[in-house]
């Protein structure tokens, strides 16, 4: 993205002899599967994928259907099924450019998601051959446009206890589906409001032998035609409603889905993980009930995998166009005849170079994230454990950067002024859009209780084989620990070394070791201190369990959080260790200091509180994050250009460089006016005698 006037401001306390090299940046950004970006940007440049910011509801909605097809005929979004289906078996590739049709319209990245990635996608993983063989197709095709009918009025994350129920009918060989409730009704289904004709639907699989006590197997998908494809009424006992205007993804036609006694045959039960014979006999690969009900949700981990990536890029598409309208925007006198550019003020930097970083941040963090997904679903590393730590990471990524995209969008459109609230360049639209990424594919807040769970988990696995000696002797070693840095003496050591030099606090702050020691010790204290306090849970009655839980729910949170910034910094640090540009390297390093160091800021009150820094050293926190605003402030544009989203992707007419145009054809006026003799005085300048004139 070109800028027209004053691409590279300079201002005090920079380093001008270091550049970027913008286009290796790009292909490091861009990561393994640059190629596949690459491909999936230049086909969303066609103006036929794009959003029509005009159209209402309806219109919206069979734009973004017609544009579904025109993906599925030439987009190449098959890449994550089996090759012998026309697929590319590349799980990875497959996510990488996908997440980037939100650059054309998040409503078409979505029902995308919900064709391929949920419904097609339950199909390949909680279905056999079989139902690959007869299903897949049409799923793939968009022959069948399909729904994926699991969260209900009643139940959104708490998958485990929705009321719906498939019970098994021997006689007939079938399941009967049905919502016994108004609260059991599916809801928010992509699909499910007019053009779906078939649904996955979870429900509780129920089964009776003759004369016995009926057992709940707990979660399972079934395939369950839903309309007429040809008169698009819904089939007999299925029933629905519009979920009608949202505040955001329109062009997706959302809406519920209820059953009455509707009979499914006993093959279209997905039965990969949980399998009912003729006469009703269960049997599962995996004997145990939580452990297979996670199984079967973790094959659609891919989701949340997406939605970090999609997050990410809404982000940068905000940064884009804030960074470069700042650039060119000018805002009240400065020295000399002009007006000052946005950007070269320091709130204005402070409001979004921040931002920046930990957009850097997240995107080297999710190429990561999406490494591991590509290899447990290539099967190049598919161990439980591998496993479990993808979707651990997936729960503590997609809440930073999805929250993340909302907060850029906001600041950038309002670095922008007037012109971000202008529909035509994109923000407002674009946040909500971005709005419900927060809550689906598992609410923000329940994903980081998950993280936190693990956390805790792996804090009690450390000591499983420890007898109660050791374990004493840890936690009094912690306790001497906790007391030295909470008593003046920690503080005093980190001020005596640095003799009040602020120059000695920055150089130890800037150090990459003392910040990766910082994040990480503010995560082992949290869980440490988190583990201690819901530790007497264990032996707790289980009300008396629960109220223990809930009262440290906060700390959880608050844990998990701290372990996605760390996540975040050592994603960053590890692509910044790829660099191979000496230029670029430099400032990337100023950029991930920026991260690390507004994270600590953002948490000084912790750090003072737990002893870990001394007040100097936190002064110095602030002061050095304005020295790397002032040395990053001249590669602004280098950052996001290195992005490298084309005028096709951003689509908004401030970043286009017509704003410069404006300032210069304004600058150049008063040059004209100041050389002719005729620019007026200011009345200020007018002695008081020719005031009163």
Not at 22 to 46: K, T
């Amino acid at each position: 993205m070109t800028i027209l006037s004053e691409k590279r401001p300079t201002t005090p306390d920079v380093e001008p002899d270091v550049t970027i090299d913008v286009a290796h940046l790009e292909h490091l950004l861009l990561g393994r599967w640059a190629e596949v970006r690459r491909e999936a940007r230049e086909f969303l440049r066609d103006p036929r994928l794009h959003r029509d910011e005009s159209l209402p509801m309806a219109a919206h909605r069979e734009r973004v259907l017609e544009q579904l097809r025109i993906l599925a005929r030439e987009g190449d979004v098959l890449r994550a099924f089996p090759s012998r289906l026309g697929g590319a078996d590349d799980h990875g590739g497959s996510l990488a450019r996908f997440e980037e049709v939100i650059t054309a319209d998040p409503s078409l990245q979505i029902k995308a998601g919900v064709q391929w990635g949920l419904f097609a996608s339950a199909i390949l993983h909680l279905g056999t051959e079989d139902h690959h063989d007869r299903l897949l197709p049409g799923a793939m095709s968009v022959d069948v446009p399909g729904a994926f009918a699991m969260t209900e009025t009643g139940h959104g994350s708490d998958v485990a206890s929705i009321g719906t129920t498939a019970t098994y009918d021997p006689d007939t060989e079938e399941f009967v589906l049905h919502t016994p409730f108004r609260a059991a009704w599916k809801d928010y289904l992509g699909n499910a409001a007019l053009h779906g004709t078939a649904a996955v639907v979870f429900a509780q699989l129920i089964t009776a032998r003759r004369g016995e006590q009926p057992v709940n197997h707990g979660v399972h998908g079934f395939y369950v035609p839903i309309r007429d494809p040809q008169t698009g009424q819904f089939l007999p006992g299925v029933g629905g409603e519009d979920d009608g205007l949202k505040g955001g993804l329109n062009g997706i036609d959302n809406g519920r889905l209820h059953f009455d006694h509707v009979r499914v045959p006993r093959r279209e039960l997905l039965n990969r993980y949980g399998d009912v014979a003729a006469d009703g006999t269960y049997s599962s690969p995996i004997a145990s009930p939580g452990r297979r009900f996670f199984t079967m949700l973790g094959t659609l981990v891919q989701g949340r995998v997406s939605l970090d990536g999609a997050a990410v890029n809404a982000a940068k598409i905000g940064l884009t166009v804030a960074v470069t309208y700042g650039n060119q925007r000018r805002q009240f006198a400065g020295p000399g005849n002009d007006e000052v550019v946005l950007l070269d003020y320091a709130e204005h930097q402070r409001r979004l170079l921040p931002r920046l970083a930990h957009t850097y941040a997240a995107a080297f963090a999710h190429e990561r994230l999406l490494q591991a997904f590509d290899g447990v679903f290539s099967g190049a590393s598919d161990t439980d454990e591998d496993r479990e730590n993808l979707e651990t990471i997936a729960a503590a990524l997609k809440p930073s950067s999805t929250w993340l995209a909302l907060d850029v969008l906001q600041a950038s459109r309002e670095a922008c002024g007037g012109q971000g609230f202008m529909a035509e360049n994109r923000m407002t639209g674009l946040r909500a859009d971005m709005d419900v990424y927060v809550t689906f594919e598992g609410d923000n807040t329940v994903l980081l209780q998950l993280v936190a769970k693990r956390l805790l988990a792996d804090f009690a696995a450390h000591f499983k084989d420890a007898d109660t000696g050791a374990m004493a002797r840890y936690m009094a070693g912690r306790a001497a620990d906790a007391a030295l840095h909470r008593t003046p003496l920690a503080r005093v050591v980190q001020t005596l070394a640095d003799g009040g030099d602020v120059r000695r606090s920055v150089g130890h702050l800037r150090d990459a070791e003392t910040q990766r020691e910082l994040l990480t010790d503010r995560v082992e204290t949290m869980v440490e201190e988190l583990a201690q306090a819901v530790r007497p849970a264990q032996k707790a009655p289980r009300d008396v369990a629960a109220d223990i839980i809930n009262e440290n729910q906060h700390a959880m949170i608050e844990a998990a959080r701290a372990h996605a910034d760390l996540l975040l910094w050592e994603g960053f640090t590890a692509g910044l260790a790829k660099v191979e540009d000496e230029g670029t390297k430099q400032v990337l390093t100023w950029l991930r200091d920026l991260f690390g160091l507004t994270v600590i800021e953002r948490n000084l009150a912790w750090y003072l509180i737990h002893g870990r820094l001394s007040a100097g050293r936190a002064r110095s926190v602030s002061s050095y994050v304005e020295r790397l605003l002032r040395r990053l402030r001249p590669h602004a544009q280098d950052l996001v250009d290195a992005f490298g989203l084309a005028p096709e992707h951003v689509r908004a007419e401030i970043a286009t460089g017509v704003e410069a145009q404006r300032q210069d054809e304004a600058r150049e006026y008063y040059r004209r006016l100041r050389a002719s003799g005729a620019m007026p005085v200011p009345e200020k300048s007018l002695s008081p005698e020719r005031r009163r004139a």
